[in-house]
């Protein structure tokens, strides 16, 4: 198990369009009997409600959100680049049919009730404050159901979840 110290959040600065359409983070979902994971592009930090959150998609295909669905708490965890080929490998196979964690030889802890991977070097535990279905009629710009939502896609549309921030941890 590796250290992660705090991070106040007047310090935390991190370019999210890199930091998430470049490097990916991994969403982790689940409890101490079964946990999985995703790799994630899409998301972000802000301000909403009056509390600090981070907010990320997931498609409803997604095996992972079950287990998002499920529990009250998820964690965005973010690596070095020598991750990148497990963050590949999360983001297309599924934990339904494989352990991704056995395989990639990643490892499942725990920050109090929320599943993170101890070998990312930065950890952001979440406690879920809503889940709201992205439909057809919500999309304005008429290129994104033909580039995101069609061929095999059709109809497979996101949820976008808001979490609160316990905690920004860094390694």
Same mark, same amino acid.
Not at 58 to 80: G, L
Not at 133 to 153: A, H, N, T, V
């Given at each position: 198990?590796?250290?992660?110290?705090?991070?106040?959040?007047?310090?935390?600065?991190?370019?999210?369009?890199?930091?998430?359409?470049?490097?990916?983070?991994?969403?982790?979902?689940?409890?101490?009997?079964?946990?999985?994971?995703?790799?994630?592009?899409?998301?972000?930090?802000?301000?909403?409600?009056?509390?600090?959150? =981070?907010?990320?998609?997931? %498609? +409803?295909?997604?095996?992972?959100?079950?287990? $998002?669905?499920?529990?009250? &708490?998820?964690?965005?965890?973010?690596?070095?680049?020598?991750?990148?080929?497990?963050?590949?490998?999360?983001?297309?196979?599924?934990?339904?049919?494989?352990?991704?964690?056995?395989?990639?030889?990643?490892?499942?802890?725990?920050?109090?009730?929320?599943?993170?991977?101890?070998?990312?070097?930065?950890?952001?535990?979440?406690?879920?404050? =809503?889940?709201?279905?992205? %439909? +057809?009629?919500?999309?304005?710009?008429?290129? $994104?159901?033909?580039?995101? &939502?069609?061929?095999?896609?059709?109809?497979?549309?996101?949820?976008?979840?808001?979490?609160?921030?316990?905690?920004?941890?860094?390694?």
């Amino acid at each position: 198990m590796h250290q992660f110290q705090p991070i106040p959040s007047e310090l935390f600065e991190v370019n999210p369009f890199t930091k998430l359409a470049d490097e990916w983070m991994m969403v982790v979902a689940g409890n101490r009997e079964k946990t999985n994971a995703l790799t994630a592009s899409w998301g972000g930090f802000g301000v909403l409600w009056g509390k600090q959150v =981070a907010y990320i998609f997931i %498609r +409803e295909s997604r095996y992972t959100k079950e287990f $998002i669905d499920r529990e009250d &708490y998820f964690s965005c965890c973010f690596f070095e680049p020598k991750y990148k080929a497990a963050l590949q490998y999360f983001g297309t196979a599924s934990g339904r049919k494989e352990n991704k964690f056995q395989i990639s030889h990643m490892n499942v802890n725990f920050r109090d009730e929320v599943p993170y991977i101890d070998e990312g070097n930065l950890l952001i535990p979440c406690r879920k404050l =809503a889940a709201v279905p992205l %439909r +057809e009629d919500c999309f304005w710009d008429p290129e $994104i159901l033909p580039k995101w &939502y069609s061929g095999k896609e059709k109809g497979n549309f996101h949820t976008m979840y808001v979490g609160e921030v316990l905690d920004i941890l860094a390694r």
